[in-house]
């Protein structure tokens, strides 16, 4: 589901505070690499929740 960008620019990685990439049907922080659950319409932004996002090789 695609957030509304009013929504989408209120929002913020719990671990560092930063910025959040909408990519349904998850939320992607490029900081930490992690990827966060868009569960019915709301985003899970639960640590707990979140699954790794691989990271680029250098």
Same mark, same amino acid.
């Given at each position: 589901?695609?957030? =509304? %960008?009013?929504?989408?620019?209120?929002?913020?990685?719990?671990?560092?505070?930063?910025?959040? #990439?909408?990519?349904? =049907? %998850?939320?992607?922080?490029?900081?930490?690499?992690?990827?966060?659950? #868009?569960?019915?319409?709301?985003?899970?932004?639960?640590?707990? %929740?979140?699954?790794?996002?691989?990271?680029?090789?250098?």
């Amino acid at each position: 589901m695609q957030l =509304p %960008e009013w929504l989408l620019s209120t929002l913020a990685c719990p671990r560092c505070k930063g910025p959040l #990439i909408n990519n349904p =049907p %998850e939320l992607h922080c490029p900081h930490c690499h992690l990827a966060y659950p #868009i569960q019915d319409g709301v985003p899970v932004l639960l640590p707990g %929740e979140a699954r790794p996002l691989p990271t680029s090789a250098s």
